[in-house]
């Protein structure tokens, strides 16, 4: 069973920085390209961040561009997202989700975890 | 960046069917998905690649892509089918993944 697991959500400062991890389990995770996704309290999904399957390609969105960091150790099946100069707009629910096979050509998120809050404010 | 318009709200009766619309430049030439989220619960692909859906999704879901608008398609609606509906695209020249706003789908 595919299993994702978010943590390291917690209420931090404007300014301050963040590390969120994804604990993945029940797929090869080395085969799969995997994202960040966002959700605001009340509002829709946005897509934050992307990385293929050895980490060597990542892409962002332009508002976190710059900010944040997307990375992954294959050897211990997690994802993170380092996250920096945190904005109060930054404040959602932190999903980590699984895309089709990396170099299917498909993406979209099959799999998806509970999500971690992350909470900006002073 | 490319932009995905959805109308903020659907209404439809049960048993009726309901349709939400995802409108985009061109949408017809990139492939859309499609995800239901219920209130506190992560979202689930309902529709992938214009009109696949994925084991366990009810034929009562279909979708369509052509020209500048993409559409969900629920047959019969259910009770259950209120939720939050969402599309999504992959931009090839940024390699960003695009959500639509959202369709809140009422069952009156």
């Known amino acids: 069973e595919v299993q994702l697991v978010e943590s390291g959500g917690r209420m931090v400062r404007p300014g301050g920085s963040l590390r969120l991890s994804c604990a993945a389990s029940?797929?090869?995770?080395?085969?799969?390209?995997m994202s960040w996704v966002r959700q605001a309290p009340g509002k829709g999904l946005e897509w934050v961040s992307g990385?293929?399957?050895?980490?060597?390609?990542?892409t962002y969105a332009d508002s976190v561009k710059g900010r944040f960091t997307i990375s992954r150790d294959n050897a211990k099946n997690s994802l993170y997202l380092q996250m920096n100069s945190l904005r109060a707009e930054d404040t959602a629910l932190y999903y980590c989700?699984?895309?089709?096979?990396?170099?299917?050509?498909?993406?979209?998120?099959?799999?998806w975890g509970q999500g971690t809050l992350v909470t900006v404010s002073s | 960046s490319y932009v995905l318009t959805q109308p903020p709200s659907v209404s439809v009766a049960p048993g009726q069917t309901a349709r939400i619309t995802c409108g985009g430049n061109?949408?017809?030439?990139?492939?859309v998905h499609w995800y239901q989220q219920k209130p506190g619960q992560a979202p689930v692909l309902v529709v992938y690649?214009?009109?696949d859906r994925p084991s366990g999704i009810p034929d009562r879901f279909s979708a369509s892509n052509s020209a500048n608008t993409a559409t969900l398609t629920i047959n019969r609606v259910e009770a259950g089918d209120e939720a939050d509906y969402y599309c999504?695209?992959?931009?090839?020249?940024?390699?960003?993944?695009?959500f639509g706003g959202g369709t809140q789908l009422t069952v009156l």
């Open positions: 029940g797929f090869t995770f080395n085969d799969y390209g």
């Open positions: 061109n949408i017809g030439a990139r492939r």
């Open positions: 999504q695209v992959w931009d090839s020249s940024s390699d960003h993944r695009v």
């Open positions: 989700a699984r895309e089709p096979l990396d170099g299917s050509g498909h993406y979209y998120f099959v799999y």
């Open positions: 990385t293929n399957w050895n980490g060597r390609s990542s």
């Open positions: 690649d214009d009109r």
